[in-house]
């Protein structure tokens, strides 16, 4: 079955406790994301990815590391976690080309006390 | 300035009632898409439809309907007799040529159906 995945699905850490979420496809997509959702303001990119080794920022991308070693893995790092990245976070990925529809993951809900 | 704006943040009808949620959005590229996305009280995105640019063709697909006119930048979507499994916030997204496939969303808007 064609699907993203996210994992994991449900974290509450603690301040400056570094973390990963790992995002991974099985569908072949040179474009990977990351987004945030934050009430009242929709989905803002994090980073994006449009190839193995080709990283950039996206809107919010401050607090934040990815990479992508792997064509299928976009992992996203928290290097030291605040409050304020506290959010419902996304990963989603699609064929290069523009007018495809990106198939994001079940989403992963990050609470940080 | 790439943006979407969905000013209707919560409605609320009754099962049976059509309802329209409205999507307004700007950008300066002739070539861009436009997406509507479901979120269930689930959470996980759910796509409902493309439309590019070029192609200002309403579409139906059962009960949903969408609205597309370029010459008032609106994107709407209609949902014919509601139904309670239409509870869910749907989002609005933008993405254009220049933008490396990044979407846009609109702050969504809240759609409760009550019985």
């Known amino acids: 079955e064609a699907q993203v995945t996210q994992n994991p699905r449900y974290l509450i850490t603690v301040t400056g406790k570094k973390l990963t979420v790992t995002c991974s496809q099985n569908m072949n997509h040179e474009y990977m994301s990351w987004y945030r959702q934050d009430p009242g303001l929709g989905l803002r990119q994090i980073y994006y990815?449009?190839?193995?080794?080709?990283?950039d920022k996206g809107d919010v991308p401050e607090g934040y590391k990815v990479s992508r070693k792997e064509k299928r893995n976009f992992p996203l790092i928290l290097e030291s976690p605040s409050p304020n990245q506290t959010s419902l976070y996304f990963c989603?990925?699609?064929?290069?080309?523009?007018?495809?529809?990106?198939?994001f993951g079940p989403g992963t809900r990050l609470t940080v006390l | 300035a790439q943006k979407v704006t969905q000013a209707q943040t919560e409605i609320s009808v009754v099962e049976k009632e059509d309802v329209t949620l409205d999507c307004v959005y700007e950008t300066r590229d002739t070539t861009y898409y436009l997406f509507w996305y479901k979120q269930p009280p689930s959470g996980e995105l759910v796509f409902l439809i493309r439309r590019n640019s070029f192609d200002e063709q309403n579409e139906i697909s059962g009960r949903y309907s969408w609205n597309f006119q370029k010459s008032t930048s609106s994107f709407n979507f209609t949902i014919t007799a509601s139904q309670v499994v239409d509870s869910a916030v749907y989002f609005c997204?933008?993405?254009?040529?220049?933008?490396?496939?990044?979407?846009?969303f609109g702050a969504g808007t809240r759609l409760a159906v009550h019985p």
């Open positions: 997204a933008l993405r254009y040529s220049g933008g490396y496939n990044k979407l846009i």
């Open positions: 989603a990925s699609s064929l290069a080309a523009s007018y495809n529809e990106q198939f």
């Open positions: 990815s449009m190839n193995v080794e080709v990283t």
